[in-house]
């Protein structure tokens, strides 16, 4: 809201300079967010916080200003409280009837009849004070509503009297009924809607905008003036679902005063006699007359403890009295009754807030808390998921953070089913519609933008949330995702290897080592979106733990991603059920171990896998290490064979081996391997 | 025949001196030691000397031959020593072979910085889900449906009353749920807002909250705390001022800023020349949250703080664009 200087001074005796009241307010929670010299005079853009609708008037802005500088708030006469307003008693039958269908939507509603006024320009002291607060001038009457709604934050609408067809009611719109507004553009309401409507049709929508119709204009002789409570919620409703933000719709959304409404009209009434020269006419009162009040007692020591201060009672009454409340109290309690316009202090927390605001929160002491002994600082599952981070960068990779929330066409082809898919209702994007069920689609947009952007080597990890739906329930895992694309490494020396299946194999084995995980197996295994005869399921003990791969060539083209992906996830709370991550020491060994080379030639079906399992079985816990020191497919080697090198290390914990001892075991070995699997030797 | 010797010694010497590879060396050695070389040559002439000279010039020969095949051979060693160190010459002033290494994401970084402050002063860290029920978005906290305080909360709803957290300030009250006081507690994490994407906005962002709850805890106690990490967070000299504000589930509430971090408090384009940087909300816990947790009415008081993770890695790290942070550009993600 923007408010001018000159309009405050109005109302506070001040010759302050304006940048030191924008810095006053501010340290009182009326944000000044900026304070500007507009000819001459200041104009101030306050962000007033939603629980202060007091403050969306100057006056209400005045009353901080002048108990911050300690001076008193000059009130005009019309709204001062205690000004009795004659009711409309009169025995004489009114001119006119009004209404109220929905008191539970329009808590009040007003009216006065103000006749023969002459509608024209505003004088410029007014018209002033309307541009200050960055509105249009209209005409004398509109400007003078403008200028009450500003000054006391209580909307009014003025309506031209002779277009309104027999009374005023009150009413919930009927479902597609249409109005069209002052900003000349129809609109259709629902039922919901609440609108002022004569005899025929809506004039108006309820505390958000007049009606074209009924619209003040040069013709317009008699006037009906509205001054009216609407209930917030509707007019909230109303004005979202409409999409008009007025003036209006934004004061009655965060309440008005009820004590302000019969007052404000009361001014504009006044103002509208003396400067359009009408006639004041009859006033009509339905609804709820009371205004919000309420009686808080309030413990001085109370409010020094929880503050950490110690502000004395007459301080603390002072600044209570300033802000409009009334104080009476003996020893160390006060009895404290809220004005009408302060709904918002509810309690006596509330009145330690206000007193604490213009006491000055840089008054306040800085002190340490008691510190609480917290046995445990962090979930050990946040713990396993920080190791594994510091072992990738350790290993060469980049962390990435990408959105959770992803396009639905994203996962297209990776099979998730449906019923699984957290789906967001009201996105802003399509690129917004899902949560993301697996971190592949953002890892490869990853690789994609910094390919884009000629990256040659992307080593790459993720440790973030998917979502599913789960029954009733969702489920969110976090899972470590890894990509490897492009070129090994990028120096002078060496620039050409690309990445292949056994470097993010490589990365897993490190980690599951890191994690003391033992009996992993890598099984061939098929997963959506990557290449069939490059793919992994990672298991241990039956349970599946992640899964690693190449990338398929149409999931990578999705992505405009023509090199190489491999990729891996690991499903961390799985993983984190099976792992050890206390170190124990293991005894290297007391006697020598003997190493012996064997290199043999085997069909391209048999595994590594089964061919280690064979040593394993044959040499029980004397081979200690096997390795695989070399792997080729060259001339020597039929075309349907490879030939492998395994080193093989033997060692008994209890003595030292013979020579003799190992050629045995060694020929067993190869005995079995070449019954089993085949094998021959070289 | 004397002279012979000395000439041919000097000559000798004078050839030697402009041997620079093994080629030449031969060539001397050839010329002097070869089967038809000089010594040869001079050899040949000893047996027409007359006895009395023949032994004194025969061993004058054979020394100037021993001479001329010592210095042959420290030549030829001189030289086979600088063809290995040519063979060897590195240029040393080409770039090192730099070992691969990774780097954690600035957010996590910022996070772990954030994280380890408040865990040296005695907080654990909690973590609740970003799929919440609307409640411990809103109700719980304070934030009526159909009010405007709902206004700096929009929300991604899932369904009718299932939404994605637009705050942290939800595992507050998870922790209430669960715990009694004393409480001390941070819980950084992800939360959502239907924001459109721009430089300084992102629909998805991190936070953390923190939260104490005692017997007696006070908003002096809220004050030191704050100011004691953003001295830690952005340096010893960092003053912070706090301004009455409002959050519907603290009372009193405050707005904490920093003198700016990067023109010290005189005023620039990022502190919109004010001087000071909004970095943190904050404020007393509202009794209507002990309410509904089920605390019993004033046996407690708590503070509770929240803060923008990506705000405060923008400004420690001087990042003018929020975007940077999810495009994930190595170039980007190499600084930190």
Same mark, same amino acid.
């Given at each position: 809201?923007?408010?001018?200087?000159?309009?405050?001074?109005?109302?506070?005796?001040?010759?302050?300079?304006?940048?030191?009241?924008?810095?006053?307010?501010?340290?009182?929670?009326?944000?000044?967010?900026?304070?500007?010299?507009?000819?001459?005079?200041?104009?101030?853009?306050?962000?007033?916080?939603?629980?202060?609708?007091?403050?969306?008037?100057?006056?209400?802005?005045?009353?901080?200003?002048?108990?911050?500088?300690?001076?008193?708030?000059?009130?005009?006469?019309?709204?001062?409280?205690?000004?009795?307003?004659?009711?409309?008693?009169?025995?004489?039958?009114?001119?006119?009837?009004?209404?109220?269908?929905?008191?539970?939507?329009?808590?009040?509603?007003?009216?006065?009849?103000?006749?023969?006024?002459?509608?024209?320009?505003?004088?410029?002291?007014?018209?002033?004070?309307?541009?200050?607060?960055?509105?249009?001038?209209?005409?004398?009457?509109?400007?003078?509503?403008?200028?009450?709604?500003?000054?006391?934050?209580?909307?009014?609408?003025?309506?031209?009297? *002779?277009?309104?067809?027999?009374?005023? =009611?009150?009413?919930?719109?009927?479902?597609?009924?249409? $109005?069209?507004?002052?900003?000349?553009?129809?609109?259709?309401?629902?039922?919901?809607?609440?609108? $002022?409507?004569?005899?025929?049709?809506?004039?108006?929508?309820?505390?958000?905008?007049?009606?074209?119709?009924?619209?003040?204009?040069?013709?317009?002789?008699?006037?009906?003036?509205?001054?009216?409570?609407?209930?917030?919620?509707?007019?909230?409703?109303?004005?979202?679902?409409?999409?008009?933000?007025?003036?209006?719709?934004?004061?009655?959304?965060?309440?008005?005063?009820?004590?302000?409404?019969?007052?404000?009209?009361?001014?504009?009434?006044?103002?509208?006699?003396?400067?359009?020269?009408?006639?004041?006419?009859?006033?009509?009162?339905?609804?709820?007359?009371?205004?919000?009040?309420?009686?808080?007692?309030?413990?001085?020591?109370?409010?020094?403890?929880?503050?950490?201060?110690?502000?004395?009672?007459?301080?603390?009454?002072?600044?209570?009295?300033?802000?409009?409340?009334?104080?009476?109290?003996?020893?160390?309690?006060?009895?404290?009754?809220?004005?009408?316009?302060?709904?918002?202090?509810?309690?006596?927390?509330?009145?330690?807030?206000?007193?604490?605001?213009?006491?000055?929160?840089?008054?306040?002491?800085?002190?340490?808390?008691?510190?609480?002994?917290?046995?445990?600082?962090?979930?050990?599952?946040?713990?396993?998921?920080?190791?594994?981070?510091?072992?990738?960068?350790?290993?060469?990779?980049?962390?990435?953070?990408?959105?959770?929330?992803?396009?639905?066409?994203?996962?297209?082809?990776?099979?998730?089913?449906? *019923?699984?898919?957290?789906?967001?209702?009201?996105?802003?994007?399509?690129?917004?519609?899902?949560?993301?069920?697996?971190?592949?689609?953002?890892?490869?947009?990853?690789?994609?933008?910094?390919?884009?952007?000629?990256?040659?080597?992307?080593?790459?990890?993720?440790?973030?949330?998917?979502?599913?739906?789960?029954?009733?329930?969702?489920?969110?895992?976090?899972?470590?995702?890894?990509?490897?694309?492009?070129?090994?490494?990028?120096?002078?020396?060496?620039?050409?290897?690309?990445?292949?299946?056994?470097?993010?194999?490589?990365?897993?084995?490190?980690?599951?080592?890191?994690?003391?995980?033992?009996?992993?197996?890598?099984?061939?295994?098929?997963?959506?979106?990557?290449?069939?005869?490059?793919?992994?399921?990672?298991?241990?003990?039956?349970?599946?733990?992640?899964?690693?791969?190449?990338?398929?060539?149409?999931?990578?083209?999705?992505?405009?991603?023509?090199?190489?992906?491999?990729?891996?996830?690991?499903? =961390?709370?799985?993983?984190?059920?099976?792992?050890?991550?206390?170190?124990?020491?293991?005894?290297?060994?007391?006697?020598?171990?003997?190493?012996?080379?064997?290199?043999?030639?085997?069909?391209?079906?048999?595994?590594?896998?089964?061919?280690?399992?064979?040593?394993?079985? =044959?040499?029980?816990?004397?081979?200690?290490?096997?390795?695989?020191?070399?792997?080729?497919?060259?001339?020597?080697?039929?075309?349907?064979?490879?030939?492998?090198?395994?080193?093989?290390?033997?060692?008994?914990?209890?003595?030292?081996?013979?020579?003799?001892?190992?050629?045995?075991?060694?020929? *067993? =070995?190869?005995?079995?391997?070449?019954?089993?699997?085949?094998?021959?030797?070289? | 025949?004397?002279?012979?010797?000395?000439?041919?010694?000097?000559?000798?010497?004078?050839?030697?001196?402009?041997?620079?590879?093994?080629?030449?060396?031969?060539?001397?050695?050839?010329?002097?030691?070869?089967?038809?070389?000089?010594?040869?040559?001079?050899?040949?002439?000893?047996?027409?000397?007359?006895?009395?000279?023949?032994?004194?010039?025969?061993?004058?020969?054979?020394?100037?031959?021993?001479?001329?095949?010592?210095?042959?051979?420290?030549?030829?060693?001189?030289?086979?020593?600088?063809?290995?160190?040519?063979?060897?010459?590195?240029?040393?002033?080409?770039?090192?072979?730099?070992?691969?290494?990774?780097?954690?994401?600035?957010?996590?970084?910022?996070?772990?910085?954030?994280?380890?402050?408040?865990?040296?002063?005695?907080?654990?860290?909690?973590?609740?889900?970003?799929?919440?029920?609307?409640?411990?978005?809103?109700?719980?906290?304070?934030?009526?449906?159909?009010?405007?305080?709902?206004?700096?909360?929009?929300?991604?709803?899932?369904?009718?009353?299932?939404?994605?957290?637009?705050?942290?300030?939800?595992?507050?009250?998870?922790?209430?749920?669960?715990?009694?006081?004393?409480?001390?507690?941070?819980?950084?994490?992800?939360?959502?807002?239907?924001?459109?994407?721009?430089?300084?906005?992102?629909?998805?962002?991190?936070?953390?909250?923190?939260?104490?709850?005692?017997?007696?805890?006070?908003?002096?106690?809220?004050?030191?705390?704050?100011?004691?990490?953003?001295?830690?967070?952005?340096?010893?000299?960092?003053?912070?001022?706090?301004?009455?504000?409002?959050?519907?589930?603290?009372?009193?509430?405050?707005?904490?800023?920093?003198?700016?971090?990067?023109?010290?408090?005189?005023?620039?384009?990022?502190?919109?020349?004010?001087?000071?940087?909004?970095?943190?909300?904050?404020?007393?816990?509202?009794?209507?949250?002990?309410?509904?947790?089920?605390?019993?009415?004033?046996?407690?008081?708590?503070?509770?703080?929240?803060?923008?993770?990506?705000?405060?890695?923008?400004?420690?790290?001087?990042?003018?664009?929020?975007?940077?942070?999810?495009?994930?550009?190595?170039?980007?993600?190499?600084?930190?």
């Amino acid at each position: 809201m923007k408010v001018s200087y000159s309009w405050l001074k109005d109302y506070v005796d001040t010759k302050i300079d304006p940048k030191k009241i924008a810095h006053l307010l501010t340290m009182a929670g009326v944000n000044v967010a900026s304070c500007e010299n507009v000819g001459g005079d200041y104009i101030f853009e306050l962000e007033i916080t939603a629980n202060r609708p007091d403050c969306l008037s100057v006056l209400g802005v005045a009353r901080e200003l002048a108990a911050l500088l300690g001076k008193s708030l000059k009130v005009p006469k019309d709204l001062r409280d205690g000004k009795k307003q004659k009711a409309q008693s009169k025995k004489q039958k009114p001119s006119f009837n009004i209404t109220l269908n929905n008191p539970e939507l329009c808590f009040r509603y007003t009216a006065r009849i103000i006749k023969d006024v002459e509608v024209g320009p505003s004088p410029d002291w007014l018209k002033n004070r309307i541009i200050s607060v960055g509105l249009r001038p209209v005409n004398n009457i509109v400007d003078i509503t403008n200028f009450v709604l500003f000054e006391t934050g209580q909307p009014l609408h003025a309506f031209d009297l *002779d277009r309104i067809k027999e009374g005023i =009611i009150i009413r919930r719109a009927a479902s597609d009924e249409k $109005i069209i507004t002052i900003d000349n553009i129809p609109r259709t309401m629902t039922n919901d809607t609440l609108v $002022i409507a004569d005899g025929s049709e809506p004039i108006a929508i309820a505390g958000v905008m007049g009606g074209l119709k009924t619209e003040v204009s040069n013709m317009t002789k008699n006037i009906l003036l509205e001054s009216a409570f609407f209930d917030p919620i509707s007019v909230r409703r109303t004005s979202r679902a409409l999409g008009i933000a007025s003036e209006s719709s934004y004061r009655f959304e965060r309440k008005i005063n009820n004590g302000m409404v019969v007052k404000a009209s009361e001014r504009a009434c006044e103002l509208i006699t003396e400067i359009a020269k009408g006639e004041k006419g009859e006033f009509f009162d339905v609804g709820k007359k009371t205004s919000y009040s309420k009686n808080i007692n309030l413990s001085i020591k109370k409010t020094n403890s929880l503050l950490g201060v110690t502000i004395k009672k007459n301080e603390a009454i002072k600044i209570l009295k300033a802000l409009g409340f009334s104080v009476s109290g003996k020893n160390n309690f006060l009895k404290i009754a809220v004005p009408g316009f302060r709904e918002d202090v509810k309690n006596d927390i509330n009145v330690i807030e206000e007193i604490a605001r213009i006491y000055g929160y840089e008054r306040i002491p800085v002190t340490i808390p008691r510190i609480v002994g917290n046995t445990t600082i962090k979930e050990p599952i946040s713990l396993f998921q920080e190791k594994l981070s510091h072992a990738l960068i350790r290993l060469g990779l980049n962390e990435i953070i990408t959105y959770a929330l992803i396009n639905r066409n994203k996962i297209k082809g990776l099979d998730v089913p449906p *019923d699984q898919i957290v789906a967001i209702k009201n996105p802003l994007s399509i690129d917004q519609e899902i949560m993301r069920p697996t971190l592949l689609p953002g890892m490869l947009e990853t690789i994609s933008y910094n390919f884009n952007r000629r990256a040659k080597q992307l080593s790459l990890f993720e440790i973030g949330k998917t979502y599913k739906e789960k029954g009733n329930s969702y489920v969110e895992e976090p899972v470590l995702s890894i990509g490897l694309a492009g070129i090994k490494r990028d120096n002078w020396r060496s620039h050409k290897q690309g990445y292949d299946f056994f470097d993010i194999k490589g990365v897993l084995e490190k980690l599951l080592d890191e994690s003391g995980l033992k009996g992993v197996v890598f099984k061939k295994g098929s997963i959506p979106g990557f290449n069939k005869n490059i793919t992994s399921i990672v298991e241990q003990n039956g349970d599946i733990v992640g899964h690693l791969g190449e990338v398929s060539k149409a999931e990578c083209g999705k992505f405009d991603i023509e090199k190489d992906v491999f990729y891996a996830e690991i499903y =961390i709370t799985k993983l984190f059920k099976k792992i050890s991550l206390s170190k124990k020491y293991a005894s290297f060994g007391r006697y020598p171990s003997i190493v012996r080379d064997v290199s043999m030639v085997m069909d391209k079906s048999v595994t590594s896998q089964e061919l280690e399992n064979i040593i394993k079985e =044959i040499g029980k816990d004397l081979v200690k290490d096997i390795s695989l020191a070399d792997c080729y497919k060259g001339k020597q080697i039929p075309e349907n064979k490879r030939a492998l090198l395994y080193r093989i290390e033997y060692r008994s914990d209890e003595k030292t081996l013979e020579d003799s001892e190992v050629d045995r075991l060694h020929s *067993d =070995i190869k005995t079995t391997l070449s019954e089993k699997l085949h094998i021959s030797f070289r | 025949m004397q002279d012979e010797i000395n000439n041919t010694r000097n000559a000798f010497e004078k050839d030697l001196a402009l041997v620079t590879d093994a080629k030449l060396l031969e060539n001397v050695r050839v010329k002097y030691l070869g089967r038809k070389g000089i010594i040869s040559e001079l050899m040949g002439k000893l047996p027409a000397l007359d006895s009395k000279a023949k032994p004194v010039i025969g061993k004058e020969l054979n020394l100037l031959k021993g001479h001329i095949q010592k210095e042959l051979e420290k030549k030829k060693e001189k030289l086979s020593l600088s063809a290995s160190v040519k063979e060897r010459l590195v240029d040393i002033t080409m770039p090192g072979i730099l070992p691969r290494e990774g780097r954690l994401h600035p957010i996590t970084k910022t996070l772990n910085e954030i994280n380890d402050i408040f865990i040296s002063l005695g907080f654990k860290i909690v973590e609740g889900p970003e799929i919440e029920k609307e409640f411990y978005n809103f109700e719980a906290l304070n934030i009526p449906l159909d009010h405007p305080s709902r206004d700096a909360f929009d929300t991604f709803y899932i369904k009718e009353d299932v939404l994605l957290r637009s705050h942290t300030s939800t595992v507050q009250i998870r922790i209430m749920e669960k715990t009694k006081p004393p409480i001390q507690a941070i819980m950084p994490g992800r939360v959502y807002r239907p924001d459109a994407v721009d430089a300084s906005h992102s629909f998805m962002f991190h936070q953390v909250e923190g939260l104490m709850v005692d017997k007696d805890i006070k908003f002096s106690d809220l004050k030191g705390l704050l100011d004691l990490f953003t001295k830690r967070m952005f340096g010893e000299k960092t003053k912070t001022r706090f301004r009455p504000s409002f959050f519907p589930f603290t009372e009193p509430s405050a707005e904490v800023d920093i003198s700016c971090i990067i023109c010290r408090g005189k005023g620039c384009r990022v502190c919109s020349h004010t001087g000071w940087l909004e970095i943190l909300g904050a404020g007393m816990v509202n009794p209507r949250v002990f309410e509904a947790v089920g605390y019993p009415s004033g046996a407690f008081t708590g503070l509770a703080f929240g803060m923008g993770v990506e705000r405060i890695a923008m400004l420690k790290y001087g990042i003018d664009d929020i975007r940077l942070f999810f495009e994930n550009d190595i170039r980007f993600l190499k600084q930190f």
